[in-house]
């Protein structure tokens, strides 16, 4: 499992899974944002460990020579991994590593197919699943994020970044602001040293308010 930081989160635009928000409501999502001084959006990596920072995805989504660059270094570094898988489908390592790069490159369709792969041979790896649930949830799909992320916490009841990413997902995808409160709680009793304690008890106030007011 790679180190690598949780991506931007692109639009969730499925009529299937976006919440209806109401004007109050988006007053107090925008007041979150100020007050915070973040951005709403993120999610962590199932291995990572530190606060993300923003990627190529907030930018303009026009060709540019680099993004260019981008794709033929990803498409060089997946090759021997896709001839791997291709040799052994079983082949764990490289399904997961494929994941990854798939993942880190935001061809989360892709990532979201070797994470499956992978998970089949080994469905208790609670950072795969949780990749997994962050790719469905990139690709707009909030309710398939949910449900990977309650299998994880199955397997693994206090894994911190499935615990945060569930917070988020139905904090955003499901405006459950209560669910999201109990998620980051359970984060911070499972996990007393946790990094971004401080930042998490900022978002379970904020939750508290929006939901006694919603």
């Not at 920072?53 to 990803?74: D, F, G, I, Y």
Request: charge should be neutral; charged fraction near 20%.
């Amino acid at each position: 499992m790679s180190e690598q930081n949780k991506q931007r989160l692109p639009s969730t635009t499925n009529s299937d899974t976006a919440p209806s928000w109401t004007s109050v409501q988006a007053y107090l999502l925008a007041s979150f944002c100020l007050v915070l001084g973040v951005a709403l959006g993120y999610l962590f990596r199932g291995s990572a460990s530190s606060v993300p920072q923003a990627t190529a995805a907030t930018q303009s989504t026009s060709v540019r020579p680099e993004n260019t660059r981008a794709q033929a270094a990803l498409q060089q570094s997946v090759a021997p991994l896709l001839e791997a898988v291709n040799r052994n489908p079983a082949d764990y390592d490289a399904l997961v590593k494929l994941g990854d790069l798939y993942y880190d490159g935001q061809q989360f369709p892709n990532a979201i197919q070797y994470y499956e792969r992978a998970l089949a041979i080994h469905p208790e790896n609670p950072d795969v699943r949780t990749d997994l649930g962050t790719a469905y949830w990139y690709s707009g799909n909030a309710d398939k994020a949910l449900a990977e992320m309650e299998t994880s916490l199955k397997y693994k009841p206090g894994h911190p970044q499935t615990l945060f990413n569930l917070g988020w997902v139905k904090w955003q995808g499901k405006a459950d602001a209560k669910g999201a409160v109990a998620a980051w709680q359970k984060l911070l009793t499972a996990n007393p040293d946790y990094p971004q304690k401080q930042q998490v008890e900022q978002y379970i106030a904020k939750a508290k308010e929006h939901a006694d007011r919603g």
